[in-house]
């Protein structure tokens, strides 16, 4: 009984190694199959995937060299004397358009064109940068505040505090500056009243630069003494 138990496992382990050596032949029958089915699919997208990732590294490579370059012409642009600063930084915004720069170069130039006393030129840059959608709300609303400030003895005094109006609303970022132009267009138009109230807004807020609360403080008491 021992013999033939003992044959019996033996046998029978013998069919198991059998059984195992067909499965796992099937198994690679079945990968063959697979991979002759699927395998030029499975090269060709791990390419696309390599070129992919390649091309995405040279991108972002280009991309840094680029704005090295980029940066480097704004500040030489910036550091020419003031005369030659304006047309040069107006040429770099045209040049770069694309460039989160040239928002920075147009203020730049409508600035240095104020400092030589261009207002015409520093007040078309101005409207250039508010009329841009692609820029920022900042740098927009900005624009409208310079172009506005430029036309406060000059231009039509309603149409500018209208002009203003996005500008004053909660949040916007250069509220109480807009504010106090508002103010100051009222009072060139005669509106006491409204440069009554847009002084006392001024005055009581906490959040008013200080600068303002205090002129604004001061405008109001001669008004309130005239």
Known sequence: MCWRSQSFMFLHMKDLDLFKEVQEDLERQKLEALWKKYGPWILSTALCIILATAAGSYYQNWKQTREISVTSSFLDAAKL???????????FADANASMALSDMAVLRAAGAAVDIDDKETAIKLFDKISANKESKTA???????????LQMDTGDAATLSKRLEPLTVENAPWRYSAMA??????LRSGDKAKAKSVFTDLSQDA???????VRASIILRSLNDS
């Open 81 to 91: 004397p003031i005369k030659e600063r304006v047309d040069a930084l107006q040429k």
């Open 139 to 149: 740098f927009r609303q900005l624009g409208d505040l310079m172009s506005v400030q």
């Open 181 to 186: 132009a508002q103010g100051y267009l009222a």
């Open 207 to 213: 959040r008013t630069p200080r600068d303002l609360s």
